[in-house]
Nanobody, 119 residues
Framework: QVQLVESGGGLVQAGGSLRLSCAAS????????MRWFRQAPGKQRELVAA???????NYADSVKGRFTISRDNAKNTVYLQMNSLKVEDTAVYYC?????????????WGQGTQVTVSS
């Protein structure tokens, strides 16, 4: 059982910054791949950033150069640093964990945190 709790969302003006946090329970965090997704009203959920257990990262083209995903295994926490925010970044942001526990792969989701960017 893994629980994910996002925090750090809020209202910010365009050009500003926010840092989202996702705290995970359990002792399998270090072996998990972590992802941030977002979903705006009327749109499908989309992948924003991902980080593997080994620390490799990848980003959606729309956020590359502005967002940074990182993890602190000692704190069981993954972060999304969001800089140069744009109005189109407005969405609910979700933390996702993928953990392989032989013989099954488990998929967990947080409750989401709202990010609103004003012009």
């Amino acid at each position: 059982q893994v629980q994910l709790v996002e925090s750090g969302g809020g209202l910010v003006q365009a050009g500003g910054s926010l840092r989202l946090s996702c705290a995970a329970s359990g002792r399998t965090f270090s072996r998990s791949s972590m992802r941030w997704f977002r979903q705006a009203p009327g749109k499908q959920r989309e992948l924003v950033a991902a980080i593997t257990s080994g620390g490799s990262t990848n980003y959606a083209d729309s956020v590359k150069g502005r967002f940074t995903i990182s993890r602190d295994n000692a704190k069981n926490t993954v972060y999304l640093q969001m800089n140069s925010l744009k109005v189109e970044d407005t969405a609910v942001y979700y933390c996702n964990a993928v953990i392989t526990v032989v013989p099954v792969t488990l998929d967990y989701w947080g409750q989401g945190t709202q990010v609103t960017v004003s012009s």
